[in-house]
């Protein structure tokens, strides 16, 4: 199975993973299964770290690809057929980064893991928490 971690699940798996449900602990750690984690995710970090806003994540963008390499997962370019794919996705869900995350893991023929269950409205492969 090819996983696409949205940004709070990466942050989460390499820092926090007991705040994901340990079945899908099990999906990411499973060794069968390609992770990865989208460009969009690092460029996220970056930007929502350097605004240095109290809910910012804990580390900055430089200081993620290096996390998440060593985790293990791969880093998924951001090609201009993702970010033109945008463009036909219902605005179902306002979040730019999520958008495209959406947008590479239909075209990639992924399953996006998120927290965010606003993401199942669109048709696609998602896991989450519910």
């Avoid at 293990?72 to 958008?99: K, M, W």
């Amino acid at each position: 199975m090819k996983l696409l971690l949205d940004t709070h699940v990466a942050i989460w798996m390499t820092n926090t993973p007991e705040r994901i449900p340990e079945r899908i602990r099990d999906l990411v750690m499973d060794g069968h299964n390609e992770v990865a984690i989208s460009a969009a995710s690092i460029w996220e970090i970056a930007i929502k770290h350097a605004l240095g806003r109290s809910d910012a994540p804990p580390l900055a963008g430089y200081d993620a690809i290096a996390e998440f390499q060593s985790a293990g997962f791969s880093l998924l370019n951001i090609t201009p057929t993702h970010a033109a794919f945008v463009e036909r996705l219902p605005l179902l869900h306002a979040d730019p980064f999520d958008r495209l995350m959406l947008a590479q893991a239909m075209l990639e023929n992924m399953q996006l893991v998120t927290y965010d269950s606003q993401l199942s409205r669109y048709d696609i492969g998602l896991i989450t928490w519910s």
